[in-house]
């Protein structure tokens, strides 16, 4: 890991553009590994005690009254297994996120749609496992009606983003030292628009990066940045629509981002970030279209695996892909020329 400084020094030149310059990421296999619920989508994917774990949510549809959250399980990315499914008898579990604790457990996030009569209409849950198969109790964070979507740990306590889902559009940081009880940190984003989904790493020097989804009036993703405490973001526009994003951080100092784009259709995208330029380069399109996106990302042994949901086939189900990146930045490639 590189600090924030060295990484953007790397990316400093790449001003040229991005979708003509950019080196293709070889798709080396794409396995459809679960479809069994009408509506099987909303993706992440984790690597916990040497096997792999995808976590998804099953429904009736793309919105509806039931929804749960399956943890499938996999030691070589090619048999899998349902390790365990979460549910609720009081509101729809959308959006699963996985993630690994200080502690050692497996933490799930995810939120809930509740059912009327409630006093909300969204609460964002988290649930704990030693083993990927037992899970605790269901534990609300954060504020009703704002949507934690995903969880990162950093130095030992958990951070995420929080997105407003009823009037006005906001988006807030939080913070919780003990994975349970989380507080806001610092204003709201001063971003226009209707600020959703994220993608969040911190860098060895302790910066956040935030890839923050927007809708609506204002469909181009930022970037936003900032270092501890956390209560002051610099952000840039870039330029580009990304839904359902995910960021990760390589062993050599890239990032990668995945997630949805929408222009000839929705598919399902890998691109390489310039957080200087704050641009993106389009490295892959996996096998997807209609219904589709919620990339989880895995660096593992110098490849990429990603899971993915998608109805190209008809049905919407969960995808595992492996691809081979470029063996250098495209952001360097294109500087030199």
Same mark, same amino acid.
């Given at each position: 890991?590189?600090?924030?400084?060295?990484?953007?020094?790397?990316?400093?030149?790449?001003?040229?553009?991005?979708?003509?310059?950019?080196?293709?990421?070889?798709?080396?296999?794409?396995?459809?590994?679960?479809?069994?619920?009408?509506?099987?989508?909303?993706?992440?994917?984790?690597?916990?005690?040497?096997?792999?774990?995808?976590?998804?949510?099953?429904?009736?549809?793309?919105?509806?009254?039931?929804?749960?959250?399956?943890?499938?399980?996999?030691?070589?990315?090619?048999?899998?297994?349902?390790?365990?499914?979460?549910?609720?008898?009081?509101?729809?579990?959308?959006?699963?996120?996985?993630?690994?604790?200080?502690?050692?457990?497996?933490?799930?996030? =995810?939120?809930?749609?509740?059912?009327?009569?409630?006093?909300?209409?969204?609460?964002?849950?988290?649930?704990?496992?030693?083993? =990927?198969?037992?899970?605790?109790?269901?534990?609300?964070?954060?504020?009703?009606?704002?949507?934690?979507?995903?969880?990162?740990?950093?130095?030992?306590?958990?951070?995420?983003?929080?997105?407003?889902?009823?009037?006005?559009?906001?988006?807030?940081?939080?913070?919780?030292?003990?994975?349970?009880?989380?507080?806001?940190?610092?204003?709201?984003?001063?971003?226009?628009?209707?600020?959703?989904?994220?993608?969040?790493?911190?860098?060895?020097?302790?910066?956040?990066?935030?890839?923050?989804?927007?809708?609506?009036?204002?469909?181009?993703?930022?970037?936003?940045?900032?270092?501890?405490?956390?209560?002051?973001?610099?952000?840039?526009?870039?330029?580009?629509?990304?839904?359902?994003?995910?960021?990760?951080?390589?062993?050599?100092?890239?990032?990668?981002?995945?997630?949805?784009?929408?222009? =000839?259709?929705?598919?399902?995208?890998?691109?390489?970030?310039?957080?200087?330029?704050?641009?993106?380069?389009?490295?892959?399109?996996?096998?997807?279209? =209609?219904?589709?996106?919620?990339?989880?990302?895995?660096?593992?042994?110098?490849?990429?695996?990603?899971?993915?949901?998608?109805?190209?086939?008809?049905?919407?189900?969960?995808?595992?892909?492996?691809?081979?990146?470029?063996?250098?930045?495209?952001?360097?490639?294109?500087?030199?020329?």
């Amino acid at each position: 890991m590189k600090s924030v400084l060295s990484i953007l020094c790397l990316c400093a030149f790449a001003a040229t553009s991005l979708a003509e310059t950019s080196t293709p990421a070889k798709i080396v296999d794409v396995d459809k590994i679960w479809d069994k619920a009408p509506h099987n989508a909303f993706t992440d994917l984790i690597r916990f005690k040497d096997q792999w774990y995808c976590v998804f949510r099953e429904g009736e549809g793309h919105v509806s009254k039931i929804g749960s959250l399956r943890i499938l399980r996999s030691a070589d990315g090619k048999n899998w297994e349902s390790a365990a499914l979460v549910t609720s008898d009081t509101a729809d579990l959308r959006d699963a996120k996985i993630s690994i604790a200080p502690d050692g457990k497996l933490c799930l996030a =995810g939120a809930g749609a509740l059912h009327p009569p409630a006093d909300a209409k969204h609460q964002s849950y988290i649930w704990y496992s030693e083993n =990927g198969e037992d899970w605790s109790d269901a534990i609300a964070i954060g504020d009703p009606n704002f949507w934690i979507w995903r969880i990162v740990w950093h130095e030992g306590n958990a951070y995420g983003v929080g997105y407003s889902t009823v009037q006005p559009h906001a988006a807030r940081f939080y913070k919780s030292e003990d994975g349970k009880s989380f507080q806001q940190v610092g204003d709201e984003f001063d971003v226009a628009g209707y600020m959703n989904e994220t993608g969040l790493i911190f860098l060895e020097d302790g910066t956040a990066m935030c890839l923050l989804r927007r809708d609506k009036n204002h469909r181009t993703a930022m970037l936003g940045t900032a270092k501890a405490p956390y209560t002051d973001w610099n952000w840039k526009d870039l330029g580009a629509y990304v839904g359902g994003p995910q960021l990760i951080h390589l062993e050599d100092g890239r990032f990668i981002v995945g997630g949805r784009k929408t222009d =000839g259709g929705a598919k399902t995208v890998i691109w390489e970030l310039d957080p200087e330029a704050g641009k993106l380069h389009e490295l892959a399109e996996l096998p997807s279209g =209609g219904d589709t996106s919620y990339p989880g990302l895995v660096e593992h042994d110098g490849k990429l695996y990603v899971s993915y949901y998608s109805s190209h086939e008809g049905k919407t189900s969960i995808y595992f892909a492996e691809l081979e990146l470029p063996e250098a930045s495209v952001i360097a490639q294109t500087a030199q020329k």
